[in-house]
């Protein structure tokens, strides 16, 4: 990503991670934990109060408060009152939150491939008119055009003091 694709009024911040300067670190630091990724799941698939995120995901009352507190001062998710006596919320996901979506598709496709028998979910994709079918993603290079394979990837790594096998000596 860009600095010119990454105007946000609330930018998420960039978490201190040990190891590799590396934005998968980051990202992992910031929502990679198990209930975490439940909670936008179910925030995408229109789960929006706590009540529905907490039987939706099995995660323990207070852990997944405290998840959707971190999510929230991380800028991925917003709580907005939908009650005023008593004073409810629910959970809406941020332009931050809503750009994990090609995430949680990856990672259900990868899921349905190497971690169930049988997918239990299926993202259904209105193509043209009277045309739905299962989705079937691809990833494609913004710049050429292309579809984007693996083994045409290359790793240029801009992190001072560090090269692709790990940290340069005496930098």
Known sequence: ??????????????????????????????????????????????????????????????????RLRALEEAGVVERRAYSERPLRFDYHLTEAGRDLAPVMRALLAWGDRWAVDTPPVAFRHRGGPGSEHDLDLTSTCRTCGEEVSSGALTIDVRAPGWDRAGPIEGS
């Not at 694709?5 to 670190?25: F, I, L, Y």
């Not at 990724?37 to 995408?44: D, V």
Request: proline fraction near 9%.
């Open 1 to 66: 990503m860009t600095s010119e694709t990454k105007q946000s009024d609330n930018p998420v911040p960039h978490p201190e991670v040990p190891g590799r300067p590396c934005s998968v670190a980051a990202a992992l630091q910031l929502v990679g934990e198990r209930w975490a990724l439940l909670a936008i799941r179910e925030i995408f698939y229109g789960n929006q109060r706590f009540d529905q995120i907490v039987r939706n995901t099995g995660a323990p009352r207070d852990r997944l408060a405290a």
